[in-house]
């Protein structure tokens, strides 16, 4: 089983017994991260953590951070080793030290120091670790040979990923960890790092991390150790298990993982559904998805494609369905023997959540705002079923651009008002959860006698648009349908099988 290690992070030590009796229940290990504690504090926090120690069972890591390393403040080396040194439990399991401190006192046990004698180090219990906020450094390799020679038991590398492409030398050093008989922690941190933190232990990670709650996390990217358990089924991940997603850039804030990942439960797949942070879909697919290319031994059965990547991506395909062709854009990728085959799920799902609301689209006024692969599925579907569609766009260009693809009208966005259109469509990103959450296409001035009002966005639920869609006396229809629909599709391509759609819905609206 994965271990899961719960950091406790807090400022004062009357709070700790009470967040490690929290922690201990969701955790295999728990984590105390003492430098959240200020100096008085943590002056007199030995007794209170042997207390602590001997209260819980489940092992325990002492970490006392510097401020450079990701601590939450300002720490000599002289007051990490002095805290060392006059604070050292015996049955406390794992010291953190970082790199720079091992180093030191490897050297001292070199010229002769007894520092195992006077309590600094016990290698058997140490967790050498690095830390680097700033991205994957060059020298990768070289740290992990620097941490090797201090002897610790574990290695710990944590560092800033803002590509899953470049988890790629993290799981080649866990490789490298285990042919050379060392147990190892590797954490990509940041959202492109979040597979480390989800397959690690299934590769040869010694743990990961989950925070309690999400607002109580430790560093950029740390899943809560709830969703790493119940959500991802962390502890049934092994070689075997088949790996699936969903590629973008920004991706932390779809649902799809929820939605997926509940139907692989409910009909008791070994298959796991993770968010990839993409930057660069071409060498993503080349490094990480196409069999004969990709630098990762793993069981890929298929990717979910979302903005900016839905077109970029079917350069990279070798086969595309010719729907998805005629729309320009690929929101599902199939793995199929050495293949990479594109499909487009979100016209299928876009129309069947219309139907639900408004089934009388021939010769319906439709306006669709947007001119990116989400806005051309619209108006492709639309379109195959007679409706009189006009694209709105910032950039004229494009929507006259989309509008000649399809034959269809264009304008430029924004208009005075929507007067004249039975259906407003938002194909843009514009409302989603995060900057540009409270914007919307339009106020409830400019869709007065609109009927529908229709936003692909689904986080949130309720956008700004649908609620001045309400005020102007329109029927609304917000995106977690259609996201159903279309995954509905996406589960069926990859298993060929029927999804439970309403373990999927419970999962999206409980999110």
Request: charged residues 25%; aromatic residues 6%.
């Amino acid at each position: 089983m994965a271990k899961i290690c719960v950091p406790v992070c807090v400022s004062r030590m009357r709070d700790l017994p009470d967040a490690v009796r929290l922690a201990c229940e969701v955790a295999d290990i728990v984590e105390l991260r003492l430098d959240c504690l200020s100096q008085v504090e943590l002056s007199r926090a030995a007794d209170e953590i042997r207390a602590i120690r001997k209260s819980i069972d489940r092992p325990m890591i002492l970490t006392l951070r510097t401020a450079e390393q990701g601590g939450r403040r300002q720490i000599t080396a002289a007051e990490r080793l002095d805290f060392r040194l006059q604070n050292s439990p015996s049955d406390v399991e794992y010291w953190d030290v970082e790199l720079d401190l091992a180093s030191a006192l490897k050297q001292r046990e070199q010229e002769g120091d007894d520092v195992v004698g006077m309590g600094l180090v016990d290698w058997a219990r140490t967790i050498c670790s690095h830390h680097d906020f700033g991205g994957v450094p060059a020298d990768l390799d070289s740290i992990y040979e620097q941490m090797t020679v201090t002897k610790s038991r574990i290695l710990k590398i944590a560092v800033q990923v803002d590509d899953a492409i470049d988890c790629l030398r993290l799981f080649k050093l866990l490789e490298r960890s285990l042919a050379d008989g060392r147990e190892m922690i590797a954490i990509g941190m940041g959202d492109g790092g979040i597979m480390t933190r989800i397959l690690g232990p299934s590769r040869g990670s010694f743990l990961t991390y989950g925070s309690l709650e999400e607002e109580s996390a430790t560093a950029p990217g740390q899943i809560t150790a709830r969703d790493l358990r119940d959500l991802y089924r962390i502890d049934q991940i092994d070689h075997d298990t088949r790996i699936f997603g969903i590629i973008g850039h920004p991706v932390s804030h779809s649902l799809s993982p929820k939605i997926q990942n509940a139907a692989f439960a409910a009909a008791k797949l070994n298959a796991v559904y993770i968010p990839f942070e993409v930057r660069d879909v071409v060498q993503f697919v080349r490094r990480m998805v196409r069999p004969k290319t990709r630098e990762l031994d793993w069981s890929l059965g298929g990717l979910s494609v979302t903005a900016p990547h839905k077109s970029m991506v079917m350069q990279a395909l070798d086969w595309i369905d010719p729907a998805s062709r005629e729309i320009g854009a690929v929101n599902t990728i199939v793995v199929q023997d050495d293949q990479l085959l594109g499909y487009n799920t979100d016209a299928a799902g876009f129309i069947a959540a219309l139907r639900g609301e408004f089934n009388a689209t021939r010769d319906a006024h439709c306006a669709v705002v947007g001119a990116g692969g989400a806005a051309r599925a619209c108006v492709w579907a639309l379109k195959q079923e007679g409706a009189l569609v006009t694209v709105f766009a910032r950039d004229e260009s494009k929507a006259e651009f989309v509008a000649e693809s399809f034959d269809v009208s264009s304008r430029r966005f924004p208009p005075a008002n929507f007067g004249g259109f039975d259906v407003v469509i938002n194909a843009m990103p514009l409302g989603t959860r995060g900057e540009h959450e409270h914007e919307t296409i339009a106020t409830a001035e400019q869709l007065r006698g609109v009927r529908l009002a229709y936003d692909l966005v689904y986080n949130p639920a309720e956008t700004r648009f649908l609620r001045e869609a309400k005020k102007a006396g329109c029927k609304s229809l917000g995106g977690i349908e259609m996201l159903l629909a279309q995954a509905v599709e996406q589960f069926k391509l990859w298993t060929n099988t029927e999804p439970d759609l309403e373990a999927m819905r419970r999962a999206a609206l409980r999110r």
